[in-house]
């Protein structure tokens, strides 16, 4: 018996906990995201077993399209094994008995907290975002029904001011997160607080993305090969961030890189925020410049094995 | 009253819905879903041992259960509508409420394509809530048609060329002025036997011709 026959036998929980008059509601909801590109689908969000801010969005969008065949892989910020990554896994885990990984390549369902995974997505892979404020332009706007009625005309102005304001004030666009997107020509949206440096990747994506706002009670999408532009000016062109050092572990470039503070003396280094991207390079051989460093080797998993053994 | 007289002259033997309504539901999602991303491109739909009353299909059914609940009212189209055993299986399986008016269903469920109203008079939902629109599911299909499209727009790598019958004449013509209107407009769910293929709003379509 695998285990979730056996959770069923318990009766514990439905599949992936949600019951299914709450899976077809929201199933629907994401039906009408996809079918309308960047357009935010109001639902009917539950209270999940975990707090706001926790993502209660993005769990209800997974509990709603994971199947037992599928291999579920969650991602905090870049990293498989930081808190909410692990009780989220873990919550999977229980109640709906799927295999989970820290391999990209591996999962068909992908539930992320602010990154995209480093390695190109797949089409048979989905990407399931947790977003706290799915509203662009929310904090320009605090009525729901004005911004409402601005997406339903297009009324982007604001917006372009903002970005205006940005460049008057600071010489360039500052907005390094929850960067606006205009998908498909038409709607403005917000891809979660990702860094700028991933919104490339959400444009023309071989896999679906779908976007889970809980508390705010919104689900939107991107379905794969999507043209999705980052907001900017002629003369300012939409930026990543570059960094001028390759990650201190597998010396990758090109990658967005977490500061580690290594000791009370200034010591640091930056490392790739994407935890399987960098462990996966660092078994193929690839050095970075600070794995020497005992301070960084001891964070980077190959001593950590040992203390637990 | 009407129908439940009819019902206690005529009684109507329900067949089975989901054997496993879990796990059988979540795979037709996946499929309906893959579907919408992936506008024109055909999945298969597991309709496992559904057996609903003629004129509904099985793969008609599938979605059915997948979709409808008690949120959803539904619009049959004619032949559906004349099926009491068909209006008792959906009754009974998903309990969404039947109306008469294209306009005020979230779902439409066509078994005679050919005699489709016209697309327009389904419910489009508002510049403000577009997601308030029908979806309409056309059952029967073969994917097979002399005339077919040409599909571009989000979904779609490059083109995608997509062909099916039986459909009403002017059934393209339709369909372009319903992707004009985007973000409003209907979404279409083409199910054939065991497959499904659909078209979201958001596709834009030109017509090959023969």
């Known amino acids: 018996m695998n285990d979730t026959a056996k959770i069923y036998e318990q009766g514990e929980y439905n599949f992936a906990y949600l019951d299914e008059q709450t899976k077809r509601m929201i199933r629907r909801a994401i039906l009408k995201g996809i079918a309308i590109p960047g357009y935010q689908v109001p639902f009917a969000s539950r209270e999940m077993p975990m707090p706001y801010g926790w993502g209660t969005g993005g769990v209800q969008v997974t509990a709603s399209i994971l199947g037992e065949d599928d291999c579920l892989k969650m991602i905090d910020q870049g990293s498989d094994d930081t808190t909410n990554a692990v009780s989220l896994r873990g919550f999977f885990e229980k109640t709906a008995g799927v295999r989970t990984t820290h391999e990209t390549a591996e999962a068909s369902v992908i539930q992320t907290r602010h990154r995209i995974p480093e390695k190109d997505l797949r089409e048979d892979q989905i990407l399931v975002f947790q977003v706290p404020i799915p509203e662009p332009l929310r904090f320009l706007e605090p009525r729901e029904t004005e911004t409402r009625k601005m997406h339903a005309l297009e009324d982007y102005g604001l917006m372009h001011v903002k970005l205006y304001e940005d460049i008057a004030k600071n010489g360039h666009i500052a907005t390094t997160y929850a960067y606006p997107v205009k998908v498909n020509d038409r709607y403005v949206m917000d891809p979660s607080p990702t860094p700028k440096f991933d919104n490339p990747k959400i444009d023309e994506m071989a896999a679906l993305q779908l976007y889970g706002a809980g508390r705010e009670k919104r689900i939107y999408a991107i379905p794969p090969y999507t043209k999705v532009k980052s907001l900017d000016f002629e003369d300012y062109p939409f930026e990543v961030q570059k960094f001028d050092k390759p990650c201190g572990l597998c010396g990758a470039q090109n990658v967005y890189l977490d500061e580690v503070i290594l000791d009370d003396k200034g010591g640091r280094m930056f490392v790739c925020s994407d935890s399987d991207f960098c462990e996966e390079r660092r078994a193929a051989g690839h050095v970075g410049p600070m794995a020497g460093n005992p301070a960084a080797a001891q964070i980077s998993g190959a001593q950590a094995e040992e203390l637990t053994q | ?210």
């Open chain 2, 1 to 210: 009253m009407d129908t439940l007289t009819a019902v206690n002259q005529e009684p109507v033997q329900i067949t089975p819905g989901f054997q496993d309504p879990v796990h059988e539901a979540q795979a037709c999602f996946r499929a309906i879903m893959n579907a919408t991303a992936r506008p024109g491109i055909r999945q298969k739909i597991s309709i496992s041992d559904l057996a609903p009353p003629a004129p509904l299909t099985p793969t008609g059914a599938a979605i059915a259960l997948t979709l409808f609940d008690y949120d959803t009212p539904i619009w049959l189209d004619k032949t559906l509508m004349a099926s009491e055993a068909v209006k008792a299986f959906l009754r009974f399986h998903t309990g969404a409420p039947i109306v008469s008016e294209p306009v005020e269903a979230a779902f439409a469920l066509v078994a005679d394509a050919t005699h489709l109203v016209p697309i327009a008079s389904f419910n489009q939902g508002s510049a403000e809530y577009p997601d308030r629109s029908t979806t309409v599911i056309l059952t029967g299909q073969n994917f097979k048609a002399k005339q077919s499209v040409t599909l571009t727009g989000p979904g779609v790598k490059d083109t995608e060329r997509f062909e099916t019958s039986p459909l009403p004449p002017v059934f393209w013509d339709q369909v372009i002025s319903n992707a004009k209107q985007f973000p409003r407009g209907v979404d279409l769910i083409f199910a054939g036997d065991g497959e499904i293929a659909a078209l979201p709003r958001s596709s834009r379509i030109s017509i090959q011709e023969a």
